[in-house]
């Protein structure tokens, strides 16, 4: 598979070079697979950033991504987790990955959307700045973690592409405790 160019910041400003990255995309993801090549040595993805930063989880836990709106503050849980929102009619918890793994804050825009992962009966949305799309990358080009990713610990992390694609575990992110929030409210009395 062909690598898909990415869209910077400079392309916004030359709308001949943002419709030459486009069309190269397009033809990038029209790409037929590979003859020959085994669907076990691929790993499939879906590209997000983040804080800057190119990430990606593994296909088999994401459910869908949906825009982030209207979504509801919750007391009492911890900083990483924004709060709750709808989803049609599902109630969902929303995390921060920025906050979870203590990475530079960017701030909520119009681009933001929610990657909802699925393991078992846990589903929970987690916050993206932008979402690039799905691909498939050889199990050869992923390498081991680098311990000295910022504010990412090498347990979360499957591995990083010779791009600088940092691929995380879904599954290690999905059965952290700090996940579970055991905090109540005292009520004072009169």
Not at 165 to 188: F, G, M, W, Y
Request: proline residues 8%; contains cysteine; glycine residues 6%.
């Amino acid at each position: 598979m062909k690598e898909i160019p990415p869209l910077s910041k400079e392309a916004g400003a030359d709308p001949a070079e943002k419709q030459r990255i486009l069309q190269a995309r397009a033809r990038a993801l029209a790409q037929e697979p590979e003859k020959g090549a085994e669907p076990g040595n691929y790993l499939e993805v879906l590209e997000f950033s983040l804080a800057y930063e190119r990430y990606a989880l593994e296909t088999s836990l994401v459910r869908e991504v949906c825009p982030l709106k209207e979504l509801t503050p919750l007391p009492c849980t911890p900083p990483f987790i924004l709060g709750i929102i709808s989803v049609r009619g599902q109630i969902l918890s929303v995390i921060d990955l920025k906050r979870f793994f203590n990475l530079p804050e960017k701030g909520l825009s119009d681009l933001d959307k929610v990657i909802i992962l699925r393991r078992g009966r846990l589903e929970v949305g987690l916050l993206a700045d932008a979402v690039a799309g799905v691909r498939a990358i050889p199990w050869a080009e992923v390498q081991a973690p680098l311990p000295t990713l910022e504010g990412l610990s090498p347990d979360y992390l499957q591995g990083v592409t010779r791009e600088a694609l940092i691929i995380l575990d879904a599954e290690k992110i999905l059965t952290d405790p700090r996940l579970i929030v055991h905090e109540e409210v005292e009520l004072q009395t009169k």
